[in-house]
């Protein structure tokens, strides 16, 4: 046999179709406007990629500090969050050990990267309308860390930051990461928990709010025996896993902040507008603070619909879960992508 048990047995994350030509893509949550121009000259006046990059992203880190108001050396960045994400589950969590925590209906990413590793997991289930119960989290039997997603995805709902906090302060002994991949679009960041408290690790993404999914960037802010634990095992890895390119537009685009906001205003406007027009026509719509919906209706068949969009060459993104096999995920692009999307929504259902 050619290929590690794990290799056989491991059920690998399935990411959403990567189809771009000839299709209104609402399917992967990406931001349908271009990143600020100034990533754009950055990446025109690249040089030196005879010389491998930065292995900690010094520049960048710097960028990243001066934003968030946060020591630059307590910043961790990487190649995409989810790297980040799989490199701190190996950090912090124990193999064959007690269970790592997330709830129930959130990122399919984690239980696989606690599969790679074999940490053991349990998720917690969340109230019929997706929100999250923080008493859940206290006075945890057999726990050796938590994930939270905020705002957590697909379900685009936010938590309020004193439950977060609660959740944190109840669970002083472990590692929380809270996953901020859309928290751009959200009321709020939790950096002051990293400030607070040691076991808090805040993981953030480029490929949302910032437009930049194409160039994988991604960085964690936390405590510096955490930040010090990803460099190393990092460094197990990967040294240079964030190459000078997206290095160089990172810092472009973190230099033209706000640019990024006017953009995350246009998402926010045209989710609160399509929000309310899927009311009318009677959906079921949480109310979203990511840059995406997960919708739902009497009598739906969201498999059927999310075909039916295919064949309409608009796509979106339907989980056969249990749970939520009845909800359609559907990504905010501009107000006429979001305007063919109605239309098409109105014929097919
Ligand atoms: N966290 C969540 C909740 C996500 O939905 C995603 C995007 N699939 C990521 C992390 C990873 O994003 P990226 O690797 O592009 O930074």
Same mark, same amino acid.
């Given at each position: 046999m050619l290929l590690s048990k794990k290799t056989l047995e491991i059920r690998e994350y399935t990411?959403?179709?990567?189809?771009?030509?000839?299709?209104?893509?609402?399917?992967?949550?990406?931001?349908?406007?271009?990143?600020?121009?100034?990533?754009?000259?950055?990446?025109?006046?690249?040089?030196?990629?005879?010389?491998?990059?930065?292995?900690?992203?010094?520049?960048?880190?710097?960028?990243?500090?001066?934003?968030?108001?946060?020591?630059?050396?307590? &910043?961790?960045?990487?190649?995409?969050?989810d790297e980040?994400l799989g490199l701190?589950f190996l950090t912090?969590y124990n193999q064959k050990d007690?269970?790592?925590?997330?709830?129930?209906?959130?990122?399919?990413f984690y239980p696989v990267w606690a599969d790679l590793y074999d940490i053991n997991y349990?998720?917690?289930?969340?109230?019929?309308?997706?929100?999250?119960?923080?008493?859940?989290?206290?006075?945890?039997?057999?726990?050796?860390? &938590?994930?939270?997603?905020?705002?957590?995805?697909?379900?685009?709902?936010?938590?309020?930051?004193?439950?977060?906090?609660?959740?944190?302060?109840?669970?002083?002994?472990?590692?929380?990461? &809270?996953?901020?991949?859309?928290?751009?679009?959200?009321?709020?960041?939790?950096?002051?928990?990293?400030?607070?408290?040691?076991?808090?690790?805040?993981?953030?993404?480029?490929?949302?709010?910032?437009?930049?999914?194409?160039?994988?960037?991604?960085?964690?802010?936390?405590?510096?025996?955490?930040?010090?634990?990803?460099?190393?095992i990092?460094?197990c890895f990967n040294?240079?896993?964030?190459?000078?390119?997206?290095?160089?537009?990172?810092?472009?685009?973190?230099?033209?902040?706000?640019?990024?906001?006017?953009?995350?205003?246009?998402?926010?406007?045209?989710?609160?507008?399509?929000?309310?027009?899927?009311?009318?026509?009677?959906?079921?719509?949480?109310?979203?603070?990511?840059?995406?919906?997960?919708?739902?209706?009497?009598?739906?068949?969201?498999?059927?619909?999310?075909?039916?969009?295919?064949?309409?060459?608009?796509?979106?993104?339907?989980?056969?879960?249990?749970?939520?096999?009845?909800?359609?995920?559907?990504?905010?692009?501009?107000?006429?992508?979001?305007?063919?999307?109605?239309?098409?929504?109105?014929? &097919?259902?």
């Amino acid at each position: 046999m050619l290929l590690s048990k794990k290799t056989l047995e491991i059920r690998e994350y399935t990411a959403g179709e990567q189809l771009n030509e000839g299709y209104i893509k609402l399917n992967s949550n990406e931001n349908p406007y271009q990143p600020s121009p100034l990533v754009f000259n950055a990446l025109k006046d690249i040089n030196k990629l005879n010389f491998y990059p930065s292995p900690k992203s010094d520049a960048l880190r710097h960028e990243l500090g001066k934003l968030n108001d946060f020591v630059e050396d307590d &910043i961790f960045v990487g190649n995409g969050s989810d790297e980040i994400l799989g490199l701190a589950f190996l950090t912090y969590y124990n193999q064959k050990d007690k269970d790592i925590i997330f709830p129930d209906v959130t990122y399919s990413f984690y239980p696989v990267w606690a599969d790679l590793y074999d940490i053991n997991y349990r998720t917690i289930a969340q109230n019929s309308d997706f929100s999250i119960n923080p008493q859940d989290y206290f006075n945890l039997d057999n726990c050796q860390g &938590i994930i939270i997603a905020n705002p957590n995805a697909p379900t685009t709902l936010e938590m309020a930051y004193e439950d977060i906090e609660s959740i944190v302060v109840n669970n002083q002994d472990k590692v929380i990461i &809270i996953d901020e991949a859309y928290a751009d679009f959200g009321t709020y960041y939790c950096t002051a928990l990293a400030k607070k408290y040691q076991n808090v690790l805040i993981v953030r993404t480029f490929s949302k709010g910032w437009s930049l999914a194409g160039i994988r960037c991604g960085y964690a802010m936390g405590s510096r025996v955490l930040i010090e634990g990803l460099n190393k095992i990092r460094d197990c890895f990967n040294s240079y896993s964030v190459d000078r390119l997206t290095q160089a537009a990172a810092i472009a685009a973190v230099k033209d902040r706000d640019y990024m906001h006017v953009c995350i205003q246009k998402v926010i406007a045209t989710r609160e507008r399509i929000s309310s027009e899927l009311r009318k026509r009677g959906y079921t719509v949480p109310q979203s603070k990511t840059n995406f919906l997960f919708i739902t209706k009497d009598g739906f068949d969201a498999r059927s619909v999310y075909q039916s969009l295919k064949e309409q060459k608009i796509l979106i993104r339907h989980f056969n879960l249990p749970k939520i096999k009845n909800y359609l995920r559907i990504t905010i692009g501009t107000d006429e992508q979001m305007d063919m999307l109605l239309d098409a929504l109105n014929t &097919i259902v």
